[in-house]
C-alpha cells in the first residue's frame, strides 16, 4: 500500500488550496478514504472521510462548508479541495485508508501553511 500526498504550500488566509493523494498497491475503490491533519504541536485531527463510490461525505465541523472531499476510482486519486483557509487550517495533511476512527495506512504528508 503506499499514498503520496501532493499540493501543499503557502497560502494567505482566504485562499484556497487542493491536496491529491495518489493511492497504489491496493483496490482503491473498494476502501472508505480520509484526510487527517497534524498542527504543529497539536495532536492528529481527523478532517473528512468519503466512502468507496463517493457518494458519502462527513466533515470534522471546523472544516464543514469550506472544504470538500472528492475521488477518482479511475485514477485512484483522492482530492481535498480546501476554501476560504484560515490560521488555523495550518499542519500537516495525512491520506488515510479507512473510515473517521480506523484507517490503518497513511501517507507522508504535505503540508499546508496558512500565512499572511
Known amino acids: 500500500v503506499q499514498l503520496v500526498e501532493s499540493g501543499g504550500g503557502l497560502v494567505q488566509p482566504g485562499g484556497s488550496l487542493k491536496l491529491s493523494c495518489a493511492a497504489s498497491?491496493?483496490?482503491?475503490?473498494?476502501?472508505?478514504m480520509s484526510w487527517v491533519r497534524q498542527a504543529p504541536g497539536k495532536g492528529l485531527e481527523w478532517v473528512s472521510s468519503?466512502?468507496?463510490?463517493?457518494?458519502?461525505?462527513y466533515y470534522a465541523d471546523s472544516v464543514k462548508g469550506r472544504f470538500t472531499i472528492s475521488r477518482d476510482n479511475a485514477k485512484n486519486t483522492l482530492y481535498l479541495q480546501m476554501n476560504s483557509l484560515k490560521s488555523e487550517d495550518t499542519a500537516v495533511y495525512y491520506c488515510?485508508?479507512?473510515?473517521?476512527?480506523?484507517?490503518?495506512?497513511w501517507g507522508q504528508g504535505t503540508t499546508a501553511t496558512v500565512s499572511s
Open positions: 488515510a485508508r479507512g473510515g473517521k476512527t480506523r484507517y490503518d495506512y
Open positions: 498497491g491496493f483496490t482503491f475503490s473498494s476502501y472508505y
Open positions: 468519503l466512502n468507496s463510490g463517493g457518494s458519502n461525505t
